[in-house]
């Protein structure tokens, strides 16, 4: 059973529009919820943390939290191509122990913003 | 403002040989964490640190993998006698106690076994 699930996309939007990318997870124990950035042969970049249900807005990112359903989702509002690159989803605790801090990813979500 | 730092960037390897990659964290981040990544796939848990203490270990991870940090600065990990499924981007990442586990990676060390 997969524990982190994305839709592998690829995802496009028009430059300016708002990007909605989604993440489902198994383990209802889950408390902390990552979006990392990845552009291609780079590292992740953390973008956005969050950890309680409901939105949490920074910049152009919304990061939106749902633990009764088990979806965690990223916004980007006004879209640009460099926001072109692959989003993972991380989720931290649950069936990996409460006092694991080992982060388990989705296989990420690849988005590409079209000028 | 020093990131992550992983050595070397890349390594061209035979199969059979034994690897070591080396991750400086962040100063004064007392968690590091190593990471395994195929093309198309999110990052894998390998093994966690708090200071010198490996606290976290993969059940997935061979025993021909090990990692160290001897005096809870930077870490080391090696690969013996290499396969060609080892063949991925290896990752480090450090954090804070106090960061709600926020993990900052480094460039990563790609892999290669021929």
């Known amino acids: 059973q997969k524990e982190v699930e994305q839709n592998s996309g690829p995802l496009s939007v028009p430059e300016g529009a708002i990007a909605s990318l989604n993440c489902t997870y198994s383990?209802?124990?889950?408390?902390?919820f990552f979006w990392y950035r990845q552009y291609s042969g780079k590292s992740p970049e953390l973008i956005m943390s969050?950890?309680?249900?409901g939105d949490k807005e920074d910049g152009r990112f919304t990061a939106q939290l749902n633990k009764a359903s088990q979806y965690v989702s990223l916004l980007i509002r006004d879209s640009q191509p460099s926001d072109s690159a692959t989003y993972l989803c991380?989720?931290?605790?649950?069936?990996?122990?409460?006092?694991?801090?080992?982060?388990?990813f989705g296989k990420g979500t690849k988005l590409s913003v079209i000028p | 403002d020093t990131g992550v730092s992983q050595d070397p960037r890349h390594k061209i390897t035979k199969r059979g040989q034994n690897v070591t990659f080396r991750c400086d964290p962040i100063?004064?981040?007392?968690?590091l964490y190593w990471y395994r990544q195929t093309l198309g796939q999110g990052p894998e848990f390998l093994t966690y640190?708090?200071?010198?203490?490996?606290?976290?270990k993969s059940r997935l991870l061979s025993d021909r993998f090990s990692a160290e940090r001897p005096k809870g600065s930077f870490s080391t990990l090696e690969i013996q006698r290499t396969e060609q499924g080892d063949s991925a981007m290896y990752l480090c990442?450090?954090?804070?106690?106090?960061?709600?586990?926020?993990?900052?990676f480094g460039p990563g060390t790609r892999l290669t076994v021929l």
């Open positions: 990442a450090s954090s804070l106690v106090l960061s709600r586990n926020e993990q900052f």
């Open positions: 383990d209802r124990g889950s408390q902390s």
């Open positions: 969050i950890y309680s249900n």
């Open positions: 991380a989720v931290n605790g649950g069936r990996a122990g409460a006092g694991s801090y080992q982060l388990t």
């Open positions: 100063s004064e981040h007392n968690r």
């Open positions: 640190f708090q200071n010198e203490a490996q606290l976290e």
